[in-house]
């Protein structure tokens, strides 16, 4: 069984670093999020991109400088591309990365196209956040996000042991057949509709049987979406370190589309468009009412604690937490990024609601990330947000 890393070592690595580094992230996600967030703090950009996926980086949001070198428009200073992301790990890659002075600021591409283990165990590149805890997002491992969830005491929905134990509307969770950085979710009210949906999504090709058998079923918690962008910072008090920047909501393929359309019109529907696939294709953004805050700050300090009991350092940087809000309005937890979320997007350059009023002047989590390692560099505390 291969080693991880020692946290030591990835970190031994940056005393070798130019003063200022460049931070790093995958071209997909939430790749323009981190690029604007590093240049509005004066630090490189660069994007690591797949051959055939670069344009929107390459081309669109291309740096153009003056004459004197100041930045005009754009925001990726760099673009490398490779045959496959899964290539970026390659030793003479790794080695590329750090003698450029590469920080690489993870997000579900970097752990969806490079392999857990290799990222773990190979990958010696300095990340920002927590690299042991990307492991926890696999619902198939025996310690994910929901054994972490329930050790912080935070609520989450209640699991179903068994299709033919569906007793109310439930949501099966396993990942698309095809594209599996996205979801092949399906909701069922009872075992005779969970065996017919499957079978018509292992018919389309949406799902397979193996991820079937591994799936997960929980009740569907009714109630509104809202996705809250977190970050902590190790290097102010703990009592300081825990920061709501702002919140999303998800766009997903054609669900939205059908609920969009009246009762009557779904029903004209064939019975296998009426379906929906749960595929992320963009997201808005929201704010909560203020009274709800309180709860929400406190599941993100047991999450904290928890996280650093279990993982340490524990978590480092932005995360999110997936919620619904039930009928009382109290957040139940059903899904975790441990590492920037996937929505931040919708606040590049303007700042999330909370991030900004709380930093007085416009606060992304790409620019949250980038402040973090400016201050740290500015206190000689660099390794400590680094694994």
Not at 100 to 112: D, E, F, I, K, Y
Not at 155 to 167: K, L, M
């Amino acid at each position: 069984m291969a080693t991880p890393i020692p946290i030591e070592e990835v970190r031994a690595l940056v005393e070798d670093y130019p003063r200022t580094p460049v931070i790093a992230t995958v071209g997909s996600h939430s790749a323009l999020d981190v690029a604007d967030g590093a240049v509005t703090e004066k630090f490189p950009s660069l994007v690591l991109a797949q051959e055939g996926r670069e344009a929107t980086y390459a081309r669109y949001f291309r740096t153009v400088r003056t004459p004197g070198g100041l930045r005009r428009r754009g925001c990726v200073d760099e673009v490398w591309t490779y045959p496959k992301f899964a290539d970026l790990a390659q030793h003479e890659s790794q080695e590329r990365l750090r003698r450029h002075g590469a920080l690489l600021v993870p997000n579900r591409a970097l752990s969806s196209y490079v392999p857990l283990p290799t990222i773990e165990n190979e990958l010696r590149v300095p990340i920002v956040g927590s690299r042991a805890m990307l492991r926890i997002e696999e619902r198939t491992e025996r310690e994910n996000y929901y054994s972490l969830l329930e050790a912080a005491g935070i609520p989450i929905p209640r699991r179903i042991a068994s299709p033919d134990a569906i007793d109310t509307l439930a949501i099966v969770k396993l990942p698309h057949a095809q594209r599996r950085l996205e979801r092949g979710f399906f909701t069922a009210a009872t075992p005779a509709e969970y065996h017919r949906k499957s079978e018509q999504l292992l018919t389309r090709g949406t799902i397979s049987a193996d991820d079937l058998a591994t799936a997960r079923i929980e009740e569907y918690v009714l109630g509104p979406v809202f996705n809250f962008n977190f970050f902590f910072s190790p290097l102010p008090p703990r009592s300081e370190g825990l920061e709501i920047l702002g919140v999303d909501e998800r766009r997903e393929s054609n669900l939205d589309g059908l609920v969009r359309l009246p009762a009557a019109q779904q029903l004209e529907l064939s019975e296998s468009a009426r379906i929906p696939e749960y595929t992320v294709v963009g997201h808005g953004t929201l704010t909560v009412r203020e009274s709800i805050l309180e709860d929400v700050f406190r599941i993100g300090e047991k999450f904290v604690d928890a996280a650093r009991a279990r993982y340490p350092p524990g978590i480092l940087g932005a995360f999110c937490l997936q919620t619904c809000l039930d009928h009382d309005g109290r957040p139940v937890v059903f899904d975790v990024a441990a590492r920037i979320g996937g929505g931040t997007n919708i606040h590049l350059g303007l700042g999330h609601p909370y991030g900004t009023a709380l930093y007085r002047e416009p606060m992304s989590t790409g620019r949250r990330i980038a402040l973090e390692i400016r201050h740290a560099l500015d206190l000689g505390r660099l390794k400590e947000i680094l694994t």
